[in-house]
C-alpha cells in the first residue's frame, strides 16, 4: 500500500519569503514522489518529481524539493515566493512495482502582497 | 503540440440522465488515466486504460460507472443514472508509457448533477 499526507491544509507566506509545503509518504520499497500544481479551474501541472539520484530536485518556477529518506518527507521548497504562486500544490507517490500514484489531499498555498 | 484534451468542460446533468465525458490524450500517448476530484479531497484513482483494454479499474465505482479507451478516437468515462454525489471534477491524464514517470494532466470536466 501506498499513501502520501499533506499535513497542512493551507500554507500562508509573505511575498519575496521563503515557503515550504509538507508531505510525507508511505510506500513500500523505493519511492517516486512527484509534486503537481494546480491552478484554479484547470488541471494538474507537473512541477518535479524524485526517482532516484541526488535527494535535491529542481523543477519549473524556482521550485525545488528534498528527498529525506529517514523522515519519509519530500518536502516543496522556492526561496523567494511569488504572489503568482498562489495555487493549490499536490504531493503524489507511487512504487516502483506500480503504474498509478498515490495523491494527498493537497496544501492550497497563499502569497500575500 | 496540443496537451490533453478534455470535453466538455463543464456538464450539467439531472439526476438520473446519463453522461460521457471525452478525453483526448496528447500526441503519442497510448495510456490513459481517469481521476475524480471532490470538493476538500485530493485526487482519487478510477481507472487506468490502455488502447482496448482496461488495465486498472480498482478505483471505480461497481456499479454505473464504466470506461473504454478505443482503437480509434478519445477515452470515454461514463456515468450512467446520475446522483448528486457524483458531482466533482473529473480528469484525465496520459502517458506515453506505462512506465514514464509523470502523468499529464487534462484541465478537467466539472459535472454538476442537480
Known amino acids: 500500500a501506498q499513501s502520501v499526507a499533506q499535513p497542512e491544509d493551507q500554507v500562508n507566506v509573505a511575498e519575496g519569503n521563503p515557503l515550504t509545503v509538507k508531505c510525507t509518504y508511505s510506500?513500500?520499497?523505493?519511492?517516486?514522489l512527484f509534486w503537481y500544481v494546480q491552478y484554479p479551474n484547470r488541471g494538474l501541472q507537473f512541477l518535479l518529481k524524485?526517482?532516484?539520484?541526488?535527494?535535491l530536485v529542481k523543477g519549473s518556477y524556482g521550485f525545488e524539493a528534498e528527498f529525506n529518506k529517514s523522515q519519509t518527507s519530500f518536502h516543496l521548497k522556492k526561496p523567494s515566493a511569488l504572489v503568482s504562486d498562489s495555487a493549490l500544490y499536490f504531493c503524489?507517490?507511487?512504487?516502483?512495482?506500480?503504474?498509478?500514484?498515490?495523491f494527498g489531499r493537497g496544501t492550497s498555498l497563499i502569497v500575500h502582497p | 503540440n496540443a496537451g490533453v484534451m478534455q470535453n466538455p468542460r463543464h456538464l450539467v446533468r439531472r439526476r438520473g440522465q446519463e453522461a460521457r465525458l471525452r478525453c483526448s490524450p496528447m500526441?503519442?500517448?497510448?495510456?490513459v488515466y481517469w481521476y475524480r476530484q471532490l470538493p476538500e479531497e485530493g485526487l482519487k484513482f478510477m481507472v487506468y486504460?490502455?488502447?482496448?483494454?482496461?488495465?486498472?479499474e480498482s478505483g471505480m465505482p461497481k456499479e454505473r460507472f464504466s470506461a473504454e479507451f478505443p482503437k480509434e478516437g478519445p477515452s470515454i468515462l461514463r456515468i450512467q443514472q446520475v446522483v448528486r454525489g457524483d458531482s466533482a471534477a473529473y480528469f484525465c491524464?496520459?502517458?506515453?508509457?506505462?512506465?514514464?514517470?509523470?502523468?499529464?494532466f487534462g484541465p478537467g470536466t466539472r459535472l454538476t448533477v442537480t
Open positions: 524524485y526517482i532516484t539520484g541526488d535527494n
Open positions: 486504460l490502455q488502447k482496448e483494454n482496461i488495465i486498472d
Open positions: 503524489a507517490v507511487r512504487s516502483g512495482g506500480s503504474y498509478i500514484p498515490t
Open positions: 510506500v513500500s520499497g523505493n519511492p517516486y
Open positions: 500526441k503519442g500517448h497510448s495510456h
Open positions: 491524464a496520459s502517458s506515453p508509457k506505462p512506465d514514464s514517470y509523470e502523468q499529464y
